[in-house]
């Protein structure tokens, strides 16, 4: 490994090449990699990519990672004089090899113009935009078989490289640095140096607002629960980040509201919960009522076939209510 202290140095770039090949279709003196490599992404017509979805993994299914391809291959697509310029406005920021971007990116079909230039917005860091660029071709100047992968540094240069990378479709490389910091805010109180750089953010750096609201979101959980270290400090800092502190109300204001929701709900699942008792009871006192009838109406019937046999037996009050009951009609004379 180049042990210049520049992090993106590239690395020795004269070593030899593949015996020569037809000529590279995006112009320039370099040569094709082999015919079925996946060097074959690379050679694309732009405005023929389609933007690939990427999820909390950085991964793009059937998009190629340069990390895991050859040496030879990584090291083709850095080869020739076609090159994509990237601007913020009309300011260039770097050079990437067109080869070389086409295959790493899932957006060049749509920022490629005819003119092989990228321009993005005005206000784009220029800074994140050169890490980015720069760490793709340190990768495919890199020699061996697994290059590293982008190291942290400072939370506002991670932030902006990796929102860089979001705008150039570049984020796989950069997606394990984000996650990291999101992770650690979800669980402990985010520094106010990462606040500064999270709340100087432009939105379109922070993909989704994703950083923004999850420091939001542990910002107000401490609050909640009062375990934020200094709260003179913690205030005194709030009161120069007047969109932060609104948020942070907000957020507790929707989790107050969301408590008194689910509050409600377990009232009215109580207030269910007891009727559906109260209607379970009183079915449980009707099927005991209606059973005692039925053993009694057993026991009238018994006694009255029993009288019957008997002349002159007479029917009790119950038995003669009972006939009338079953049979639709006053017991027999002298029962």
């Not at 929701?261 to 007891?274: L, N, P, T």
Request: charged letters at 25%; hydrophobic letters at 35%; glycine letters at 6%.
């Amino acid at each position: 490994m180049d042990p210049s202290p520049n992090p993106f140095a590239l690395l020795d770039t004269q070593s030899s090449m593949p015996p020569p090949a037809p000529k590279n279709p995006l112009g320039g003196e370099s040569e094709v990699g082999p015919r079925l490599s996946i060097l074959n992404y690379a050679i694309l017509p732009v405005g023929t990519t389609k933007s690939k979805r990427t999820n909390d993994t950085g991964k793009n299914e059937g998009q190629p990672d340069l990390r895991t391809m050859s040496e030879g291959d990584r090291k083709w697509l850095t080869q020739g004089s076609a090159n994509v310029s990237i601007f913020n406005g009309n300011h260039w920021i770097c050079n990437v090899p067109k080869a070389l971007f086409v295959l790493a990116s899932t957006k060049a079909g749509l920022l490629i113009n005819a003119h092989d230039e990228i321009h993005l917005q005005a206000d784009t860091n220029r800074s994140g935009v050169h890490r980015i660029c720069l760490y793709i071709k340190e990768v495919a100047n890199w020699k061996g078989d697994t290059p590293r992968r982008m190291a942290a540094t400072t939370v506002h240069i991670d932030l902006v490289t990796h929102g860089a990378a979001v705008l150039l479709g570049l984020d796989m490389y950069t997606v394990h640095m984000h996650n990291w910091y999101i992770a650690g805010w979800k669980h402990d109180m985010a520094s106010y140096e990462a606040l500064d750089a999270i709340c100087g953010l432009p939105p379109f750096l922070d993909p989704d607002q994703k950083a923004f609201r999850t420091v939001v979101q542990s910002l107000a959980r401490h609050v909640r629960e009062n375990s934020v270290p200094d709260k003179d400090v913690f205030t005194k800092y709030l009161a120069t980040k007047a969109g932060l502190q609104t948020a942070i109300q907000e957020a507790n204001t929707k989790h107050a509201n969301w408590l008194r929701h689910q509050e409600r709900e377990a009232q009215a699942s109580k207030v269910s919960d007891q009727r559906l008792q109260q209607v379970a009871e009183r079915r449980k006192k009707e099927a005991a009522e209606a059973g005692a009838k039925a053993q009694r109406d057993r026991q009238l019937e018994a006694s009255i076939k029993e009288k019957m046999k008997t002349c002159g037996k007479k029917f009790t009050f119950e038995e003669s209510r009972y006939w009338t009951r079953t049979r639709g009609k006053r017991p027999p004379t002298g029962r």
